[in-house]
């Protein structure tokens, strides 16, 4: 049974930084069909000559998730998309996702060169997780295990025990709340509860929410489970509890896709970012997929159902990077170390567990 629930950010406040950084972020312009081939021919030949690996989430352009496999890079959730960036044999990794998903392959790999097609590609979870506060709570509560979401600073993660993705988080807490361990819990709000709730671990949950998930509506989805009365109904973990409750199935992304595979449905209703269907249309030719609904008067994606920085990814900032070599994740040394330590042990879970992660759902 959890103990207490602290909430130490107000989340209005962090809608309101969250909003500043939503104004200032540039969407890529649309291309014409010559522009996208010269960009994809061009990107191709500089990933050979640079020896370089394009790893990309599923969130990201269709264009760019089928570039990166076709190329023998990979499309992935944020764990497999870390695995992959420590395993290949690559000098540069090209990263395309959202910020901490590039710091986490240079924590994890320091002598690879890692750029991304833009670094202003932040995560609302991470700007609502200041390292300051953060630590300040950690301060107060030291005889607490600190597990951290992977959607976080690497300075964060260097102040955390554990980090975790969307993929393991629940096993990882199962194991520690089994050696009576007492855990903090940040930064979404969302899947701690979810984790909470399956495990009944001890946790205080840090306040801060995915603004894509968030906005979810179990009363929009309770509607549309009435016509689709067959769909199953797949949920991201950030998504909210009332929306959870109503899932069939509750993973990362990975496990999403997997579902939509193994599930005799056909047809599903989707609680995550729509940038998934191309996987699942690919994985599941003849199976329909639905986005849920998402409303609200204080809605603040700008595309709903879609990461307004995961969009910022595209062809020409790929290839711009890759050929200026610019937009390079460089962190510090002392930094790097101590954030490396927890990603480790997280893989290390992983392995030792034999958690067939990409499998499972
Ligand atoms: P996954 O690890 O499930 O891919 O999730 C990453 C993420 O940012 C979801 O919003
Ligand atoms: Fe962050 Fe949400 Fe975007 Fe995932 S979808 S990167 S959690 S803002």
Same mark, same amino acid.
């Given at each position: 049974? @959890?103990?207490?629930?602290e @909430?130490i950010?107000s989340?209005?406040?962090d809608?309101?930084?969250?909003k500043?950084?939503?104004?200032?972020?540039? =969407?890529p312009?649309?291309?014409?069909?010559?522009?996208?081939?010269?960009?994809?021919?061009? !990107?191709?030949?500089?990933?050979?000559?640079?020896?370089?690996?394009?790893?990309?989430?599923?969130?990201?352009?269709? !264009?760019?998730?089928?570039?990166?496999?076709?190329?023998g890079?990979?499309?992935?959730d944020?764990?497999?998309?870390?695995?992959?960036?420590?395993?290949?044999?690559?000098?540069?990794?090209?990263?395309?996702?959202?910020?901490?998903m590039?710091?986490?392959?240079?924590?994890?790999?320091?002598?690879?060169?890692?750029?991304?097609?833009?670094?202003?590609?932040?995560?609302?979870?991470d700007?609502?997780c200041?390292?300051?506060?953060?630590?300040?709570f950690?301060?107060a509560?030291?005889?607490?295990t600190?597990?951290?979401? @992977?959607?976080t600073?690497?300075?964060?993660k260097?102040?955390?025990?554990?980090?975790?993705?969307?993929?393991?988080?629940l096993?990882?807490?199962e194991? =520690?709340?089994?050696?009576?361990e007492?855990?903090?819990?940040?930064?979404?709000?969302?899947?701690?509860?979810?984790?909470? *709730?399956?495990?009944?671990?001890?946790?205080l949950?840090?306040?801060?929410?995915?603004?894509?998930?968030?906005?979810?509506?179990?009363?929009?989805?309770?509607?549309?489970?009435?016509?689709? /009365?067959?769909?199953? !109904?797949l949920?991201? /973990?950030?998504?909210?509890?009332s929306v959870?409750?109503?899932?069939?199935?509750?993973?990362?992304?990975?496990?999403?896709?997997?579902?939509?595979?193994?599930?005799?449905n056909v047809?599903?209703?989707?609680?995550?970012?729509?940038g998934?269907?191309? *996987?699942?249309?690919?994985?599941? /030719?003849?199976?329909?997929?639905? !986005?849920a /609904?998402?409303?609200?008067?204080?809605a603040t994606?700008?595309?709903?159902?879609?990461?307004?920085?995961?969009?910022?990814?595209?062809?020409?900032?790929?290839?711009?990077?890759?050929?200026?070599?610019s937009?390079?994740?460089?962190?510090d040394?002392?930094?790097?170390e101590?954030?490396?330590?927890?990603?480790q042990?997280?893989?290390?879970?992983?392995a030792?567990?034999k958690? *067939?992660? *990409?499998?499972?759902?």
């Amino acid at each position: 049974m @959890a103990e207490t629930k602290e @909430a130490i950010s107000s989340l209005a406040a962090d809608k309101a930084i969250v909003k500043q950084y939503l104004d200032s972020a540039e =969407l890529p312009p649309e291309l014409d069909n010559a522009d996208q081939q010269y960009y994809i021919v061009s !990107i191709k030949d500089l990933l050979l000559e640079k020896n370089a690996a394009l790893v990309a989430h599923y969130y990201t352009d269709a !264009i760019l998730q089928d570039l990166a496999e076709s190329t023998g890079g990979l499309v992935g959730d944020s764990l497999e998309m870390a695995r992959f960036g420590r395993d290949c044999e690559a000098d540069t990794l090209m990263v395309a996702g959202v910020r901490f998903m590039g710091e986490s392959a240079k924590i994890l790999s320091p002598e690879k060169t890692v750029l991304m097609p833009t670094l202003d590609a932040t995560c609302s979870l991470d700007i609502a997780c200041p390292i300051e506060q953060f630590s300040s709570f950690c301060d107060a509560h030291p005889d607490r295990t600190i597990v951290v979401y @992977a959607n976080t600073s690497a300075v964060v993660k260097a102040r955390s025990d554990w980090v975790v993705t969307s993929s393991i988080a629940l096993e990882v807490v199962e194991h =520690l709340n089994a050696q009576g361990e007492k855990i903090i819990w940040a930064p979404d709000r969302h899947l701690g509860a979810y984790i909470q *709730k399956q495990t009944g671990a001890d946790i205080l949950l840090w306040d801060a929410a995915c603004i894509v998930h968030e906005e979810f509506k179990a009363r929009g989805l309770q509607a549309m489970r009435k016509v689709y /009365p067959d769909a199953a !109904i797949l949920a991201h /973990p950030e998504a909210p509890d009332s929306v959870l409750e109503m899932a069939d199935v509750i993973g990362s992304t990975t496990q999403i896709i997997n579902a939509a595979k193994t599930l005799d449905n056909v047809s599903f209703i989707v609680a995550t970012d729509q940038g998934i269907f191309h *996987k699942m249309q690919q994985v599941a /030719p003849d199976k329909e997929f639905i !986005i849920a /609904p998402t409303a609200g008067e204080d809605a603040t994606c700008r595309s709903c159902a879609h990461c307004p920085w995961m969009a910022m990814n595209a062809l020409k900032n790929t290839y711009q990077s890759l050929l200026y070599g610019s937009n390079e994740i460089r962190i510090d040394t002392t930094l790097r170390e101590k954030a490396m330590l927890p990603l480790q042990r997280m893989l290390h879970f992983v392995a030792e567990n034999k958690l *067939k992660v *990409k499998g499972k759902a």
